[in-house]
């Protein structure tokens, strides 16, 4: 009796977790970063161990008139770091993260939210792909 409980309950977990793991990115929700993938391969960084993980940097660039406000931005985040870059435009277009090569459309009221890892050091372009287009920042990923 208690096994077949056991093993119910086991299966439950693997569903939430699976559900959990799908639901990425779909979202809204502004609370915690979207990439939440159960996976237990993480590396864990050579330097400073945190106990817990780390908050997300992220990285909020505006775009309007076709220039990036305050200019380029140059965010620079460690390699591990989990970064959530948030992009708003006045015009539509799609967010491009170069060397990640990660994309979003982007609209007026409402912005590109592109959650990921940094896991490739480098300096990266991000553009909005417009007309024209926008070189909008740099992201340098360190070591
Ligand atoms: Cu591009």
């Known amino acids: 009796m208690t096994k ?48 817990t993980a780390p908050a997300p940097v992220t990285v909020r660039i505006a775009v309007r ?28 277009g799609d967010v491009h993260l170069h060397g990640y090569d990660l994309e979003r459309r982007v609209a007026p009221g409402a912005p590109a939210r592109i959650g990921f890892r940094a896991t490739i050091p480098g300096r990266f372009e991000i553009e909005l792909h417009a007309h024209p287009e926008v070189h909008i920042g740099e992201l340098t990923v360190t070591p």
């Open 4 to 51: 077949v409980l056991a093993a119910c309950a086991a299966l439950l977990a693997a569903a939430a977790l699976a559900g959990c793991g799908s639901s990425e990115e779909a979202a809204p929700p502004d609370t915690t970063e979207p990439e939440t993938t159960h996976t237990t391969t993480t590396e864990t960084p050579p330097t400073e161990t945190a106990p």
């Open 65 to 92: 008139s076709g220039r990036p406000v305050g200019g380029i931005a140059r965010p620079k985040v460690r390699q591990g770091d989990r970064v959530v870059l948030v992009v708003s435009a006045d015009t539509a």
